[in-house]
């Protein structure tokens, strides 16, 4: 039989592996829920962590094995990709859940689905893949303690508004011979 009941959130600790833009928000809003929270990231200072008001992981494992959540907020790039993998995945502990709205290829991915068939850990929040559409077979659609979003966190009516609007100033910038955003 299957267990509903949820997981509380107060008094839980949030791992945060990215403190940017993005994961300081999320910081501010596990804060709201009486989280305590605390982040890594190879460049993450104590200054930039204590304006955020979280607490500095001395490393990655450390924060794995501390946290009942791990949220994923890096830039996928060589020095992070796989950063997350099954010896990272086995430092969780067995009832943390990972979150992973970044890039899929952070995280090791037969990993994580070997950790989440094992029960390594209780389950992941996963909105990124490896590919999308994620495929009909694939573990990802099937396991019971996995919540899958089709990449669609930024659907929003504003970065819609503001993804076409964006759109148009480039192309009439373009035509006009004075591009906006010109890649290098």
Known sequence: MAD?????????TLGLVGLGKIGSQVAKVA???GMDVVAWSENLTRARADEAGVRLAPSLEALLSESAFVS??????ERTRGLI??????AMRS???????????????PALVQALESRAIAGAGLDVFD?????????????????ATPHLGYVTMTNYRT?????????????????????T
Do not use: C, M, W
């Open 72 to 77: 994923i907020h890096l830039v996928l790039s």
């Open 131 to 147: 590919i999308e559409p994620l495929p009909a077979g694939h573990p990802f659609r099937v396991l019971p303690n996995v919540l």
């Open 85 to 90: 993998g099954a010896k990272d995945l086995a």
């Open 31 to 33: 804060q709201a829920f």
């Open 4 to 12: 509903h009941r949820g997981t509380d959130l107060h008094g839980a």
């Open 163 to 183: 993804y076409f609007r964006e759109a148009a100033e480039n192309v009439t910038a373009f035509l006009s011979g004075t591009p906006l955003r010109v890649l």
């Open 95 to 109: 009832d943390a859940y990972l979150v992973n709205t970044s890039r899929a290829a952070i995280v090791d991915q």
